[in-house]
């Protein structure tokens, strides 16, 4: 049995503890807005925070997760309404949306440290794929939240 913290709500589960959280997000938690893309660590659609730090839960495993506390897309915010998913709508970044969960949570501990990146420094932290190439709207959503005009 393990014991995991996500979204402030405690989950006792009966898996090994060397499955990926990302499975027991989705399959056994139901929290399907975590994606799966790649399960090598190349596109970041399965981000999460662990601590307060993007971790990819395609290969962070429950053992791992345990005791920490886990915040996914769904625990951002109770009503879908902070100030980046706001910027996100606002700038309509989304195509098909499979990687944007993972792209708005690096933006968030993104603009945690750094309020006001530039282009390059953009670039530079946001490692995510996405395949319908929605990386300029990402900068644009990523300018809005910092400008605070959402
Ligand atoms: S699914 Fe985890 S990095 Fe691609
Ligand atoms: S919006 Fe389709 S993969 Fe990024």
Request: with cysteine.
């Amino acid at each position: 049995m393990t014991t995991l913290n996500v979204n402030g709500v405690s989950y006792t589960v009966n898996v090994p503890g060397t499955t990926p959280l990302l499975w027991v997000l989705r399959d056994i938690i139901g929290l399907t807005g975590t994606k799966y893309g790649c399960g090598i660590e190349e596109c970041s659609a399965c981000t999460v925070m662990k601590d307060g730090s993007p971790e990819k839960s395609c290969v962070l495993t429950v053992a791992d997760a345990s005791g920490s506390k886990i915040v996914t897309i769904e625990g951002l915010s109770p009503t879908g309404t902070h100030i980046v998913q706001r910027a996100w709508i606002a700038a309509q970044v989304p195509q098909c949306g499979y990687c944007q969960s993972g792209m708005i949570l690096k933006a968030v501990q993104l603009l945690k440290g750094n309020p006001n990146p530039t282009d390059a420094q953009i670039d530079a932290a946001m490692s995510n794929i996405c395949a319908c190439g929605t990386y300029q709207r990402v900068r644009a959503a990523i300018h809005l939240a910092a400008s605070g005009a959402v």
